[in-house]
């Protein structure tokens, strides 16, 4: 029986010696932290998919100005270092992802799931555009063979 637990926060970050993506659910909370790490592969089809669902359900806007760029900021929030190292957890591969889009709430059900956890999380468009966005940002795409524009 899969483990479920509430995603409050996302944390990507690039893990060389395992050339994938270490995507930190809840990282300070040491009773709810997952790791997944998520292949090359996964991503590439991943973010695509995200977007598609995203301009289907979503009105995205681009930031235009450092104001535009001020406001995307406010869904995310420097993370502490020494807490992400520290409270590391055992990895778990990223297997699934599911979203559902509920059109009464206009909010969306995204689901991670691995062998042994299943994280969920209910996020409106505009923290659902950022966890995939910072996502993007962890993407080495010099060394993955990836446009920046991907």
Known sequence: MK??????????????????LRFVINYQDVYNRVDLMITRSFVLNLIPSAEEFLMTHCTIEEPKDNFEEKKENEGTAKTDSINLVLLQTNEELLLE???????????????????????????DCFMLQQVFRVMKKAIPYIKWGVSHHF
């Open 97 to 123: 992802v599911n979203l559902s889009f509920e059109k009464n709430t206009k909010q969306t059900l995204l689901t991670l799931s691995s062998k042994n956890i299943k994280a969920k999380a209910q996020l």
């Open 3 to 20: 483990r479920e637990i509430i995603a409050n926060t996302f944390t990507p970050i690039y893990d060389e010696v395992e050339d994938r």
